[in-house]
């Protein structure tokens, strides 16, 4: 069925449609196993958020081969374009464009629009990435930060972190609660009336 403006996408479209449509678009979208969806701005929490975890990572990385990305980097895949949080790759740069081949680590900081998606379509296709040894979601809604880290070429183990250091090993690092949430308030949380 078409449109009847232009600015909308089709309802499906290869990576290599979405990267022609995309290209000139004011906003930012990423393509989800053929679906284009619309990235919403990030709260201020999760801005803060990820700026805690590019800015630790960053100083953790110093002086290392592998260097953290912040907003814009750009992940793709088989009908599969994403734009992280934060990433870190191990490899060079590229001279040009955007896209990282092979990111070691990437994060996303869960919005209420992007949770369904971050914790279950994406990770279905970052798993498949060769290259990707950690996948951290970050919660803004309270300290809860679920760490993906891969134990063989299709397997992973999953840990759940609410307070402590997250041990990135391929990175040969760590990632403390505390940092990652610095500056974050979080609403109180309601009691029930069991």
């Known amino acids: ?6 600015d909308l996408p089709p309802r499906r479209m290869t990576l290599a449609a979405f990267d022609r449509w995309h290209k000139n678009r004011p906003e930012r979208w990423e393509l989800i196993y053929g679906v284009p969806v619309m990235m919403a701005p990030g709260s201020l929490k999760h801005t803060t958020i990820k700026g805690n975890v590019f800015r630790r990572l960053a ?3 110093e002086g290392k081969p592998c260097r953290a990305l912040v907003d814009g980097a750009q992940i793709k895949g088989q009908d599969f374009s994403a734009i992280p949080d934060v990433v870190v790759t191990c490899k060079p740069l590229p001279t040009s464009g955007s896209v990282v081949a092979e990111p070691a680590l990437i994060v996303e900081v869960l919005s209420p629009s992007s949770e369904r998606d971050d914790a279950g379509r ?3 296709a970052y798993c498949l990435i060769g290259s990707l040894q950690h996948y951290l979601t970050v919660s803004q809604e309270e ?3 679920t760490v993906h ?5 299709f397997s992973w183990n999953v840990q759940v972190h609410q307070d402590g250091a997250i041990r990135l090993a391929a990175l040969d690092t760590t990632l ?3 940092d990652v949430y610095d500056g974050v308030v979080f609403a109180p949380k ?3 009336d069991g």
């Open 190 to 192: 309601e009691s029930g």
């Open 143 to 145: 300290r809860f930060v």
């Open 122 to 124: 994406q990770w279905r």
């Open 59 to 61: 100083n953790a990385l």
């Open 176 to 178: 403390s609660l505390d």
């Open 1 to 6: 069925m078409a449109h009847a403006r232009d």
């Open 149 to 153: 880290t891969r134990t063989g070429p």
